[in-house]
């Protein structure tokens, strides 16, 4: 099965701040890497697809990247909306596997 | 639009059975895959599996293949999972998810008690 490997399991930032997270895969997953905002008591949205692709609505301070097997979810100026759980997803292969999340909060 | 719907919260006794359903609507439901996934209390997200409504194939996760059986009933659009001999390991939340992710239904807690 192929990890991935989430970092910081947890995250206390500004507002304002960039923020960025990250997801190691343990294998090439390519570009088949989302990324998921879930908010407490709702489900999972999803916010980036493909590693890079902005999904529609979605505001965009938020953006995806890759450099090599890591990949990142940056946030160029939080806000308080964005106060969320971020899963990352990859579905090259299955099983599909998430990372263990990251808890996002306003310091 | 699109909607998926899912059941009502379950409560379950040790050792028994639920059964948690999804409704799809606004979209052909036979054109992609319906996901399952499984959020302990307060932990991140698992894949449980996917089922192909069209053909009923199916896939699992190796730690769910003697835990769930995921169905589809294509003449009401919607998909279904089986949860077996119930433990507290299976007291969580379970989300049906199209295909990419892009749609989730609200999520069903399912509650493990005697």
């Known amino acids: 099965d192929i990890q991935m490997t989430q970092s910081p399991s947890s995250l206390s930032a500004s507002l304002g701040d960039r923020v960025t997270i990250t997801c190691r895969a343990s294998?090439?997953?390519?570009?088949?890497l989302t990324w998921f905002q879930q908010k407490p008591g709702k489900s999972p949205r999803r916010m980036i697809y493909?590693?890079?692709n902005l999904e529609d609505g979605v505001p965009s301070r938020f953006s995806g990247s890759r450099s090599g097997s890591d990949y990142s979810l940056t946030i160029s100026s939080l806000e308080s909306e964005d106060v969320a759980d971020y899963h990352c997803?990859?579905?090259?292969?299955?099983?599909?596997?998430f990372g263990s999340g990251t808890k996002l909060e306003i310091k | 639009e699109v909607q998926l719907q899912q059941s009502g919260p379950e409560v379950g006794r040790p050792g028994s059975s639920v059964k948690i359903s999804c409704k799809a609507s606004g979209y052909t439901f036979t054109d992609y895959v319906m996901n399952w996934v499984k959020q302990s209390p307060g932990q991140g997200l698992e894949w449980i599996g996917w089922?192909?409504?069209?053909?009923?194939?199916?896939d699992y996760a190796e730690k769910f293949k003697k835990k769930a059986t995921l169905t589809a009933d294509t003449s009401s659009n919607t998909a279904y999972i089986q949860l077996s001999s119930l433990t507290s390991e299976d007291t969580a939340t379970y989300f049906c998810?199209?295909?990419?992710?892009?749609?989730w239904g609200q999520g069903v807690m399912v509650t493990v008690s005697s």
């Open positions: 294998q090439d997953i390519g570009n088949y």
């Open positions: 997803l990859q579905s090259i292969q299955y099983p599909l596997t």
């Open positions: 998810a199209r295909d990419s992710g892009n749609y």
């Open positions: 493909g590693a890079t």
């Open positions: 089922i192909d409504p069209e053909y009923g194939s199916t």
